[in-house]
């Protein structure tokens, strides 16, 4: 029997830029819309709010939820989260894979129970170089050890040279391929999803409505493993 899976990976850095009241209610419609199984949210920033990000976005797929925050501070943080419809069958791990002295990295790992099987799902957002990026990627290439998984994120992965794509190509060949940044006129594909060589993507796209909420589109894939 096939498993399908509804993936979805977004940065949402230019909603605290675009729009600085931070409209929840708009990126959480974008989100509903497309009913994923999954989701991955990168760049949430709670600093200097008196809300909290973190805990709004926390329902809008499901009951299952972790974040990884990698900026804390007394007035609030900053991270990303992975949201899921369905349960988790481990509890999440926290991995940091920050480089040196650059901006902090966590990835977070885990394994959820879909109705008809396991997947390890690996949610991520890597650093600005090519060399933190090099080491970040292997540092995610050692965590994939299940025949079901996926792994999603921004990547900020543009060049060909010394790239994050032939990296993880070694365990997830497979990948999705839109350009999503900057999102009012796409040129970059830093935003992506990938599955191990027992995964095919069935459909990917964007949605252009997301450029009212960030600087960067959504990835929304569906997701198939025999």
């Known amino acids: 029997m096939t498993l399908t899976i509804r993936v979805m990976t977004w940065n949402v ?8 009241r931070f409209d929840i209610g708009a990126v959480s419609s974008i989100i509903r819309k497309w009913s994923p199984d999954i989701v991955g949210l990168q760049e949430i920033d709670s600093r200097g709010r008196s809300d909290n990000p973190f805990e709004r976005l926390a329902g809008v797929v499901g009951a299952h939820n972790v ?4 900026i804390v501070t007394a007035d609030g943080d900053y991270g990303q989260v992975l949201l899921s419809k369905w349960p988790f069958i481990r509890a999440p791990t926290i991995v940091d894979v920050s480089y040196r002295e650059r901006e902090a990295r966590r990835a977070i790992s885990t394994c959820i129970q879909f109705p008809i099987g396991e997947v390890a799902v690996i949610a991520t957002h890597l650093g600005l170089s090519i060399r933190e990026r090099q080491e970040q990627a292997r540092a995610i290439v050692n965590l994939i050890d299940a025949p079901r998984t996926i792994v999603l994120g921004d990547f900020n992965d543009w060049f060909w ?9 070694q365990r997830c060949p497979v990948r999705t391929r839109l350009r999503t940044f900057p999102s009012w006129c796409p040129v970059l594909r830093l935003d992506r999803i990938y599955t191990v060589r027992t995964g095919c993507i069935a459909r990917a796209w964007t949605d252009p409505e ?3 909420c960030s600087d960067h589109l959504p990835v929304i894939a569906d997701v198939t493993f025999s």
């Open 161 to 169: 040279v010394k790239s994050v794509r032939r990296i993880l190509a």
């Open 210 to 212: 997301a450029r009212a």
């Open 13 to 20: 850095h230019g909603t605290f830029n675009l729009n600085p």
């Open 67 to 70: 974040d990884a925050r990698s």
